[in-house]
Each structure stands twice: as structure tokens, then as C-alpha cells.
């Protein structure tokens, strides 16, 4: 990055950087976030963590062994679990107990 532009190969900037140099820029910021994190997950969501997890590998397991004979009504408990906790959502972020937001790395 040369004077926070992306130049090319010729060492000319072409279109497209204001697209794409804030997301470049917002990649860097989770980047920065999860080496700080270390891949722990704040305690105020471990629950929450804990059963989106449990949802995906009881998903991964029900396609493995039933990938042949998974029908949609099959999917149906796991999808009322995610439409749940998706609902516990306010304005596209989760929120513990006192009332205070996921951060950044939550939220991921």
C-alpha cells in the first residue's frame, strides 16, 4: 500500500479504491482483533458460543451419516434453534445480560 492506495504491477492506482481500501482496512482491524483475542471468546457469550457450536457439529454429523436420506423436516429443530438465537439479536448485534454489545470479535 502506497499512500493508502493499492498500486498495480505498473505502479498506477486503478478504480475501485475506495472500495476497496476500507475493506482492506476493516480486514486488518479484525485481524488485529482476533491476535489479540488469541481465539477466545468473551465469557459474557461463552453460552451462546457454546450452542452455535453444538448446532454445527450435530450438523456436520447428521451429514455425514444421513447425507443421503436428509429431508428438510429433518432440518427443522436445528433451524427454530438458529431463528432463536438469531431473534435474541438487536440492530444485527448480541448483547449480554446487563445490556452492554458484543465486541467485534463476538459478534464474528
Not at 14 to 19: A, I, K, R, V
Not at 76 to 105: C, M, T, V
Request: proline share 3%.
Amino acid at each position: 500500500m502506497k499512500d493508502g492506495k493499492l498500486p498495480g504491477d505498473d505502479g498506477e492506482t486503478g478504480s475501485g479504491q475506495d472500495l476497496v481500501v476500507p475493506l482492506l482496512n476493516r480486514c486488518f482491524m479484525f485481524a488485529d482483533i482476533i491476535e489479540k483475542k488469541q481465539g477466545k471468546i468473551d465469557e459474557r457469550f461463552q453460552d451462546l458460543y457454546d450452542k452455535l457450536l453444538e448446532i454445527r457439529n450435530n450438523l456436520e454429523r447428521l451429514t455425514m451419516t444421513q447425507a443421503w436420506s436428509l429431508r428438510e423436516t429433518d432440518l427443522y429443530s436445528w433451524q427454530r434453534k438458529l431463528d432463536r438465537i438469531d431473534d435474541s439479536r438487536r440492530d444485527g448485534n448480541f448483547f449480554d445480560a446487563e445490556g452492554r454489545p458484543a465486541d467485534l470479535h463476538a459478534q464474528r
